[in-house]
């Protein structure tokens, strides 16, 4: 006679963990993913690991061969952002990966997709990558095109995550909101900064403003420091370049109900590069 109470292994079938790493800075940002990530597994055991890698290329832009780089690491998806475009390699091997969005609202005939499918042990993520406009290039809308691309996927995908890369806090909060109830969470990237307002909103949707950066710890925002100080006190053109020294790792992970696709926690994650010694 069957138990009719589900087992752990059945309730564990039902859930999707989904390690989302924060903006990956350059050559020490990509040393810190490759160190931190059989960690990472070992105590989350995350089912589906996504990086946004729109800065892992010296800061600006991302290559082929970083991009293998990550998916040999494990990693399943790579969202970008403003700097999509700085390496021109990206045009060489864009419309090629399935696994890497570029936002989505970039106008009609962009290279590359801004939603894909993650497909991983038997799970299956939606990821879409959004763009602020607020002290952003003026690009197409994001709420505009995140209504478009939700009607598109709902009918077949439960579990949706976003990547709000925006500059504004007020508008990644208020993309939050407005696809409260209708994606599995909306992760906010681009400031470098982790953000302490991780949150289950009303309609089940995980929210964090900034998951924050991987990458030195010592610099500006993942910057020399030297450079970035000479330009705010003279306000004189500076050559900004990756900064050395140890890294810190930001993320977060998102435990989603594969059947309804509602969010049912969302953990931050910072790590220091002494940390890992002691893991």
Known sequence: MEDSKCPVTCKEEKEIKVLFVGDIVGSQGRKA????????????????????????????????????EFFDMGVHGITLGNHTWDNKEIFEFIDEEPRMVRPANFPSGTPGRGHTVIKAGGKELVIINLQGRTFLPPIDCPFAKADEIVEEVRSKHKCILVDMHAEATSEKIAMGWHLDGRVSAVVGTHTHVQTHDQIILPEGTAYITDVGMVGPRDGVL???????????????????????????????????????????????????????LLA
């Open 222 to 276: 993942g910057m020399e420091r030297d450079a970035v100080l000479y330009k705010f006190q003279t306000q004189l053109p500076a050559r900004f370049t990756v900064s050395e020294g140890k890294w810190h790792f930001h993320a977060v992970l998102i435990d989603m109900d594969e059947s309804t696709g509602v969010s049912k926690s969302i953990q931050l994650i910072r790590l220091y590069e002494e940390d890992l």
């Open 33 to 68: 993913l490759k160190q931190t990530l059989p960690l990472m597994r070992q105590r989350f055991q995350p089912s589906v690991i996504i990086v946004n890698g729109e800065n892992a290329a010296a800061g600006r832009g991302i290559t082929r061969a970083i991009a293998r």
